[in-house]
């Protein structure tokens, strides 16, 4: 088997877990029972080792359609032959069924829908990455493969043969037949499930995916993919906790071949501000308030100076070791395979900014925070206003060194801003005056030392020469107008192409210029997809007295869409031949997808 492109997959899940199912019919990645579980089919990061679950027609000439069923996440598949058309519908179940809530399962419904074929299924685990053997034990009503630690079952009325460290059926079907294949915890055996349970369970699903739809309050245009891009955030919230994992994927390359290959399972404190304005703008607000939970939950895990991580495991967790999976080749050969993330104890002044700043719309649009919250807050604003001068690894969690980044210091200000904006809304005990003139300390630097004179731009640090995109981010935290000189100007120096000293790829957007930036990486990367919807809101905003920005802003963004996949699903990156690359799909990407839309299609009234 030939590597798919990551475009090629699509996304199903419960809000525990998730899967990837290839336009193939074969699901590649699953980690179980939770996102940031061990894998049990990791195909996508090592295509002989990695396991896989696959369901496809046996013909040769064969061709293949995915989608979802409209307002949910239930992906078909479907196969079409001269001869017949046949369909894998795969879904998590979630909702209530008669019996309760449902349980942590993977169902992959097969119909015949005309005519006739032979399906072919092959399921082939391979538990904790690929690192440990498990016994295969055949049942009459399925397997369970078990390992050291784990045991899962794949329930199926299908007959079953062993097939390498897995098993295998094949089964004719005929027009209007169906058959279900379930993968499930080993507690109560193999038993199968009746095709008429696995409908049952198809049709909660669709009901709880539709009536969740049903809340979003955005009607303007382009809702098809602001409702795709919602509930793909939902997909990747973890319902025990209300975290958001920034994706579900590990180790999925930068750069096809290269070493920038990181694992996203996990739940940054920078991505609350844009989950929060997010997810409420278009009338999720029970998703915004459980991730303000989660928020809040940190919030009282300060290190002992005040001060906070930047990034927690799902269930809160702290410690995020980062480790290497030397016995996988890597997407397409791209090494190494990591897991865990290293970055965990970096220092990263902007997310101090963003937290703040989650705090102060929650509060605005949604429910007053407590005095309690406020106490912990304002240990951490009185840790920025001491720290923010030091340098940091920033927003890119750089492995080069800690520069002074712009970012950062704007993400300070940020803080600051939001904590006195805070306290005066509710009258809270605080402690203004050193806010206050520490608040224009930072402002003030920044438009000393953050402005290049000769480049008339922004720059990604004090003293240097590159730009970077992070900075257009300026007028949206209300820093300086959309309209202020300075903030045209960077946008403009932005927009040119790398060669010229720019970050614009066509209508992509670089986040900065490898080459001039000492990252601690070698490689190259693509276009980061987030980068280009700020692009679009800093272009949007600043065209509510510039037409010819506001149309550049249109343009932008529907050239944007068509770099999404047949689902509408993005990853991290775009590459030079429009591929996706890094994670996927990503949640901040979808996060300011829905932004940027919101933004726009209100400016164009």
């Known amino acids: 088997m030939a590597y798919k492109k990551i475009e090629d997959y699509g996304i199903i899940g419960n809000m525990r877990t998730s899967c990837l199912v290839g336009i193939d019919g074969s699901i590649d990645w699953m980690c179980y029972p939770h996102f ?84 072919r299924m092959e399921c082939i685990p391979a538990f904790n990455y690929a690192q440990d053997d498990h016994q295969t034990i055949m049942g009459p009503q399925g397997a369970v493969f078990r390992s050291k630690k784990q045991s899962i079952t794949l329930a199926t009325s299908v007959p079953l043969q062993n097939f390498q460290n897995g098993v295998s059926a094949e089964v004719e079907l005929q027009g209007g037949e169906t058959a279900n294949f379930v993968i499930k915890e080993t507690e109560g055996g193999e038993q199968y499930f009746e095709d008429s349970v696995a409908h049952e369970g198809l049709i909660n699903t669709i009901d709880y995916w539709t009536d969740w739809v049903k809340q979003c309050t955005y009607k303007g245009r382009w809702r098809e993919i602001v409702i795709r891009s919602a509930l793909t955030l939902k997909l990747l919230t973890f319902e025990p906790t209300g975290a958001i994992v920034a994706a579900p994927t590990c180790a999925l390359p930068e750069e096809l071949g290269g070493v920038r290959n990181w694992d996203y399972r996990y739940t940054w404190i920078r991505d609350a501000a844009f989950t929060i304005y997010g997810l409420m703008r278009i009338g999720f607000t029970k998703e915004a308030e459980k991730f303000m939970h989660w928020i809040e939950e940190r919030c009282y895990e300060l ?52 937290l703040l700043d989650s705090v102060y719309l929650f509060n605005k649009y949604g429910s007053p925070i407590s005095y309690d919250l406020w106490k912990q807050l304002r240990k ?74 000769e480049l008339q731009s922004f720059v990604q640090s004090y003293g240097s020469k590159t730009l970077d995109a992070s900075n257009l981010m300026m ?29 614009l790829m066509d209508s992509l957007v ?25 692009m679009v809101e800093a272009l949007t905003r600043a065209g509510q007295q510039d037409k010819d920005k506001l149309e550049k802003a249109r343009l932008m963004f529907e050239q944007m869409l068509t770099y999404a996949n047949h689902l509408g699903l993005y990853a991290e990156e775009t590459g030079p031949r429009g591929e996706a690359l890094g994670n996927f799909p990503q949640a901040f990407t979808h996060l300011s997808l829905i932004s940027a839309a919101y933004n726009l299609d209100k400016t164009l009234g």
Not at 330 to 339: A, D, E, F, K, N
Not at 510 to 534: Q, S
């Open 510 to 534: 670089y986040r900065y210029n490898v080459k001039e930036t000492n990252d601690g990486i070698t490689g190259e990367e693509g276009t980061f997809n987030l980068c280009t919807f700020w």
């Open 475 to 503: 007028p949206l935290t209300f820093f300086v107008s959309p309209s202020d000189t300075r903030i045209i100007k960077t946008i403009d120096a932005t927009l040119k192409s790398p060669e010229q000293g720019g970050l």
């Open 36 to 119: 940031d579980s061990p894998s049990i089919f990791g195909r996508i990061l090592d295509h002989q080792k990695g396991g896989y679950f696959k369901i496809t027609p046996l013909d040769a000439d064969v061709t293949q359609k995915q989608f979802y069923w409209p307002d949910t996440n239930v992906l078909i598949t479907r196969f079409l032959a001269q001869h017949g058309v046949c369909e894998v519908i795969d879904f998590m179940p979630v909702g209530k069924t008669k019996i309760g809530e449902q349980q942590n399962r993977l169902v992959r419904w097969v119909k015949m829908i005309r005519g006739s074929m032979k399906v």
């Open 380 to 453: 951490l604003i009185n840790w920025v206003a001491k720290n923010w001068h030091l340098k940091d690894e920033g927003i890119w969690e750089v492995r080069g060194g800690r520069q002074h980044f712009v970012y950062s210091k704007l993400m300070c200000w940020v803080a600051l801003d939001r904590g006195i904006r805070l306290a005066d809304k509710r009258s809270f005990p605080s402690d203004r005056d050193i806010w206050m003139k520490e608040r224009d300390k930072i402002y003030e630097e920044i438009m000393t030392k953050g402005w290049d004179d």
């Open 303 to 354: 290190n002992d100076d005040g001060s906070i991580q930047i990034m927690y495991g799902i269930d809160g967790r702290h410690e995020l070791e980062e480790k290497v999976l030397d016995h996988l080749e890597g997407y397409m050969g791209s090494s190494p395979v990591r897991i865990g993330n290293g970055a965990f104890d970096q220092l990263q002044l902007d997310i101090y900014g963003e």
